[in-house]
């Protein structure tokens, strides 16, 4: 494994411990989640100033807000990271108006695309990105209208924010779907988000998807299968990256077992799929950071989405098995 990325592991582990002494009270993946947006950025965690952001979020925010409830942790810790916790509130709260409207309902996935916006300091853009994204949700919805929901908010945005028309991202979107699906059956809507990541990247949808599957053959004879569920929609990121193939799979595997003996991302905290998916997430910022500096935010901030996304779906399951378990 890289010295630079054991050293990202070793920042993400302190991160999520610092989270977790200030946030007791938080679900494990939550504090996991929020860390990530500090660590992608390379910046240790001030808990305090989380704290404080936090209060400004539960003052300016009221409780039924889809910026608060699970969100609360995670919101206020990219508040912190932007410098300006109440103009990034301000700008994600007013971009978010602009992506309900018309909807009888909120969702915290349009919360989160709220933000992905202005993590990518697309501000001036946002009217012109919703349009696009309303456009691309539309289309989607014709063609999968059970696939599409609230959920593929946020990487409707990603590929709003692409220089791609909305036409040919449709095109691509299903072309890239019906090649990844062949491979994986019965996970419909995980290879759905996955092409989705894929199509917000350049390149041909041939090339990319064949490179997506060949990443999660290698991972598999390596003796690390890649999650064929939420966290499939990572293996995106890494289709990105301009290395080799046979170094790049050592580096996340040996990530994902340097991770697991950090207090916090052991076993018992999350699975190997969901840890497979963070130590992805680490490897390819690393990666990106070295070999095109320039557009390492923007891989950063996909990277990012794709884990707070995870983490709001696995507890969205997870709450929904304890929900069950109880009645009866």
């Known amino acids: 494994m890289k010295d630079l990325i054991k050293k990202r592991c070793d920042l993400f582990a302190e991160n999520r411990n610092a989270m977790g002494k200030a946030f007791i009270f938080e679900y494990g993946l939550i504090k996991v989640a929020a860390s990530s947006a500090f660590t992608q950025n390379g910046r240790e965690v001030d808990a305090e100033y989380v704290k404080k952001c936090q209060k400004i979020l539960q003052k300016e925010e009221n409780y039924f807000s889809y910026f608060r409830g699970f969100n609360e942790v995670i919101v206020s810790s990219k508040m912190a990271v932007s410098g300006q916790p ?11 108006d602009k992506l309900k409207e018309g909807k009888l309902m909120g969702s915290i996935y349009r919360a989160v695309a709220a933000m992905v916006i202005c993590d990518s300091k697309r501000m001036g853009d946002a009217d012109v990105i919703v349009d696009r994204t309303s456009q691309i949700m539309k289309g989607m919805k014709e063609k999968h209208p059970f696939l599409t929901t609230d959920e593929d908010t946020c990487f409707a945005v990603l590929l709003a924010m692409s220089d791609k028309n909305v036409d040919d991202i ?6 890239s779907y019906q ?34 599957l060949n990443l999660y053959d290698a991972f598999k004879a390596a003796g690390a299968p890649y999650g064929k569920n939420y966290e499939l929609s990572m293996l ?3 289709v990105d990256l301009d290395v080799d193939q046979e170094q790049l799979i050592q ?9 697991r003996s950090q207090k916090g991302l052991g076993v018992l905290d999350m699975s190997k799929e969901t840890r497979l998916m963070y130590a992805s997430m680490i490897t390819a910022a690393i990666y990106n950071e070295e070999k095109n500096p320039a557009s390492s935010a ?9 884990a707070q996304e995870v983490t709001f779906m696995l507890i969205v399951v997870m709450c929904s098995s304890i929900a069950s378990i109880s009645s009866n």
Request: glycine share 6%.
């Open 170 to 175: 449709l095109t691509e979107l299903e072309n």
């Open 236 to 238: 995106g990121c890494l």
């Open 86 to 96: 109440e103009k990034y509130l301000e700008d994600a709260v007013a971009v978010y």
């Open 251 to 259: 580096d996340v595997v040996e990530a994902e077992v340097y991770l």
């Open 298 to 306: 923007i891989g950063n901030t996909i990277a990012v989405t794709i």
């Open 179 to 212: 090649i990844l699906k062949k491979k994986f059956l019965f996970h419909d809507n995980d290879v759905y988000s996955l092409a989705q990541v894929i199509t917000a990247l350049g390149g041909s949808s041939e090339e990319k998807c064949e490179k997506a």
